[in-house]
């Protein structure tokens, strides 16, 4: 599935394109955050996100071939670990999605947005801890019950570790 949203691009055989725009233009100036809004942070790509970035840094390491093999294992770790950092892309959708939502004033009355963003903050608070989570999920779902399935994406595993602290 080709395509933007948010800050992120969908790979449609453009984030190729993508990446060495960024690796040209950048130059002996490139820093490796620039790559962060290149890759989609969906389901399946967390893993692919990774692979992409350390695959990125790698093309741009001219002396990459002359490293060791022990080297290269180390430094593609490193990499790896680096792509971690730049995890934003499910964030920034949450925003767009509850600022949609909320918009809506049959899933979000006008006089619950201020208990919508109240739940959602304490979602997303590193002080909530994962019970905590839980029962403000379960307090979600009994003040929004048109909105099931959208906070039941949200909460996958998958996706609420990228996102929210307590998970």
């Not at 990499?79 to 949450?94: I, M, P, R, S, V």
């Not at 304490?122 to 399935?149: C, R």
Request: glycine letters at 6%.
């Amino acid at each position: 599935m080709a395509g933007e949203r948010g800050n992120c691009v969908d790979d449609g055989g453009t984030r190729s394109r993508g990446v060495k725009q960024i690796l040209e233009a950048a130059g002996t100036q490139f820093v490796p955050k620039l790559l962060a809004g290149v890759f989609n942070f969906s389901v399946g790509q967390p893993v692919a996100h990774v692979e992409k970035f350390a695959d990125a840094l790698i093309k741009f390491m001219g002396a990459w071939k002359l490293l060791s093999n022990e080297s290269k294992t180390s430094e593609r770790e490193n990499f790896k670990h680096e792509a971690q950092d730049y995890k934003k892309g499910c964030q920034t959708y949450l925003y767009t999605s509850r600022n949609q939502v909320k918009q809506e004033g049959n899933l979000v009355p006008v006089t619950k947005r201020d208990t919508f963003e109240c739940i959602i903050s304490d979602m997303l608070s590193i002080d909530t801890t994962h019970e905590e989570f839980t029962e403000v999920v379960n307090e979600f779902l009994a003040t929004f019950p048109l909105l099931k399935n959208w906070i039941t994406w949200w909460t996958k595993p998958t996706i609420a570790s990228m996102i929210f602290p307590a998970c």
